[in-house]
T-cell receptor
Framework: KNQVEQSPQSLIILEGKNCTLQ??????????LRWYKQDTGRGPVSLTIMTFSENTKSNGRYTATLDADTKQSSLHITASQLSDSASYICVVSAYSDKLIFGTGTRLQVFP | DTGVSQDPRHKITKRGQNVTFRCDPI?????LYWYRQTLGQGPEFLTY????????KSRLLSDRFSAERPKGSFSTLEIQRTEQGDSAMYLCASSSLSGATNEKLFFGSGTQLSVL
């Protein structure tokens, strides 16, 4: 069964600290992996998209990594800001164009 | 604003009533998706259109749900005889069929439905 699992479910950090969110997937055949940021009451916004051949991709203070062999991805946030408080959703795409969404990690950044 | 637009942002209705939501995708995008999201969960796929053709429907889309995209531009999602379990955020997303498997999906801000 195609599944995307994220951990931790929720995370609280202090402003300025770094954090890493995890994503494990069992989707096959794999096409690409995406990370989205979703603010409360808003739609998800794309952060990164990585294909099979890409190991890492950065978008400002966000860096995503992908290990297609172990089917794991991580999203690292550097020097967190209050505005980083949101849910971060890992999404894996199969070659059928079907997107499988994880349940997200809810991040709260406190001053 | 050239993003995906959804209307209304919020809808409160009584059980048994019909509701209709509208989505205006990014103008040059030919693919349009509807998702449903409940609190603490990721979005769940409902249906998608390529131009005016509805190409796939999830088994989550019961016969009370219907979606249209008559001219290949905006889309509507109608829920008939609403039930309390229909309460959720309904998200619309669009993308352009460029042939690339990593085409970016752009989401609207959603319509939050509350069924009393």
């Amino acid at each position: 069964k195609n599944q995307v699992e994220q951990s931790p479910q929720s995370l609280i950090i202090l402003e300025g600290k770094n954090c890493t969110l995890q994503c494990n997937y069992t989707v096959s055949p794999f096409s690409n992996l995406r990370w989205y940021k979703q603010d409360t009451g808003r739609g998800p916004v794309s952060l990164t998209i990585m294909t099979f051949s890409e190991n890492t991709k950065s978008n400002g203070r966000y860096t995503a990594t992908l290990d297609a062999d172990t089917k794991q991805s991580s999203l690292h946030i550097t020097a967190s800001q209050l505005s980083d408080s949101a849910s971060y959703i890992c999404v894996v795409s199969a070659y059928s164009d079907k997107l499988i969404f994880g349940t997200g990690t809810r991040l709260q950044v406190f001053p | 604003d050239t993003g995906v637009s959804q209307d209304p942002r919020h809808k409160i209705t009584k059980r048994g009533q019909n509701v209709t939501f509208r989505c205006d995708p990014i103008s040059e995008h030919n693919r349009l998706y509807w998702y449903r999201q409940t609190l603490g969960q990721g979005p769940e796929f409902l249906t998608y259109f390529q131009n005016e053709a509805q190409l796939e429907k999830s088994r989550l889309l019961s016969d009370r749900f219907s979606a249209e995209r008559p001219k290949g531009s905006f889309s509507t999602l109608e829920i008939q005889r609403t039930e309390q379990g229909d309460s959720a955020m309904y998200l619309c997303a669009s993308s352009s069929l460029s042939g690339a498997t990593n085409e970016k999906l752009f989401f609207g801000s959603g319509t939050q439905l509350s069924v009393l």
